[in-house]
């Protein structure tokens, strides 16, 4: 019960460190008129603040690989609280990019720290559980603080809601220090050793799932309050309530992918989570023009795309149990260089194509992930199998002797 408690503690953090990653979004369009740039240029906001993430995360994990687990988390909240301060104090675009990518690193060793922890304080049979948990709490940054963000930046401006997440960031660290216990560090893995690991064929299919899923993805919800804005023609408050509906969805659907996993396998979850996520993103397309019919398919959009998250994460644990937390910062990687990769390819189909071809776009991409999981998955079973065969097979020679 204890360690059920703290893995809810981090979830908190997460929800804190969520809400800072991805409010950007829910405001794209206030901060572009603010500091004077396009839509489509504010929107790289994401693609800067994701490579950074992707590249950084690595590199830092393995200086701090033989930390006990709990210093990481408190370094990496004492930098999140100094990357809002800049965005808050510091005027100028070029300044506010600069704060994403101080977001971006310490956001990066929270949450690979963070899921290792919880994934250790977890009895194995509830792992797939216990990092839905964590990835519940980025839900709720979706669910609670964007739509409120979205509100605070109608109200007062968008920096008081930085102002408020650092102040908040402060409280995080003492949370942190009281409630999550010291974990013995790992031997540090060099940069060169974790990249050997994307030389397994299986690992490196399986890594492509996150890239094409959260690509297509995050084409789409880059834009998505231009879009609802713009193409659906809702109210400032519609859109609000637009994004707490997503969020409601994406809490459920990170829930249910969990127990989903634990219950029916990785193989149903994932696969069957991804098919539904590319149909909602047509269906988006399909009622676009209608705020009142489009919010059905923006909740399953959320609920079908959040639940691909603790499967994937699972899946790619097991197929390198020994590594784990290296199997974990790749996965992160992975899905930053897909979110960079997503939000430069949605600025470009906005600013070349239109707002509304977004999600047709994010549908393809997330169509080809659901091919690319059925394809790993089937390899890794093949080669499962076949390995269980060579174990019996020599089992039973002394025994025929």
């Known amino acids: 019960m204890s360690n059920a408690w703290k893995i809810y503690m981090l979830a908190i953090v997460s929800f804190l460190v969520g809400t800072s990653e991805f409010i950007i979004a829910g405001i794209l369009d206030k901060v ?41 988390l408190l370094y990496s909240m004492g930098v999140f609280v100094l990357g809002n301060i800049v965005a808050v104090a510091l005027p100028g675009f070029e300044f506010l990019i600069g704060s994403r990518i101080i977001l971006a690193l310490s956001t990066g060793v929270f949450v690979v720290t ?34 409120l963000g979205r509100v605070v930046a109608a109200i007062y401006n968008w920096k008081a809601i930085f102002g408020g997440i650092g102040a908040l960031g402060i409280l995080a660290m003492l949370v942190i220090y009281f409630s999550i216990p010291q974990t ?23 890594l492509s799932v996150t890239f094409f899923w959260i690509g297509g993805y995050s084409i789409a919800y880059t834009y998505i309050s231009p879009f609802l804005l ?6 400032e408050q519609g859109v609000s309530a637009g994004l707490f509906a997503f969020g409601i969805a994406s809490l459920i659907g990170s829930k249910l992918g969990g127990y989903s996993t634990d219950k029916y396998g990785v193989s149903r979850t994932l696969i069957g989570g991804m098919l539904l996520h ?8 399909l009622a676009a023009h ?28 097991t197929l390198a149990p020994e590594a784990s937390g290296i199997m974990l910062s790749l996965n992160t990687s992975v899905l930053q260089f897909a979110m960079a990769a997503g939000a430069g390819i949605g600025g470009v189909v906005v600013q070349q194509a239109s707002l509304s071809a977004i999600s047709w776009i994010g549908a393809a991409g997330v169509a080809v992930a659901a091919g690319t999981a059925a394809l790993s998955l089937g390899v890794t079973r093949s080669r499962r199998n076949a390995e269980e065969r060579s174990l019996e097979k020599a089992g039973a020679l002394p025994w025929l002797e």
């Open 32 to 72: 572009a008129k603010d500091v004077g740039v396009p839509v489509s240029a504010a929107g790289q906001l994401i693609t800067v603040f994701s490579l950074a993430y992707a590249f950084g995360t690595p590199v830092l994990m393995a200086l701090t690989a033989r930390l006990e687990r709990r210093k990481p």
């Open 114 to 147: 963070a899921l290792t922890v919880a994934s250790k304080l977890a009895p194995p049979e509830k792992q797939g559980s216990a990092i839905a948990t964590l990835v519940m709490g980025f839900s709720t940054a979706l669910i609670i603080g964007v739509p």
């Open 184 to 206: 013995d560090g790992e031997e540090p893995v060099p940069l060169r050793k974790q990249l050997a690991l994307l030389k397994r064929p299986k690992i490196a299919l399986a």
């Open 230 to 235: 713009t193409i659906t023609g809702m109210s």
């Open 278 to 285: 590319a149909v909602t993103l047509v269906l988006l397309s």
């Open 290 to 317: 209608s705020p009142a019919v489009v919010f059905p398919p923006l909740m399953l959009w959320a609920f079908s795309a959040w639940s691909s998250g603790p499967t994937q994460q699972y899946n790619l644990m």
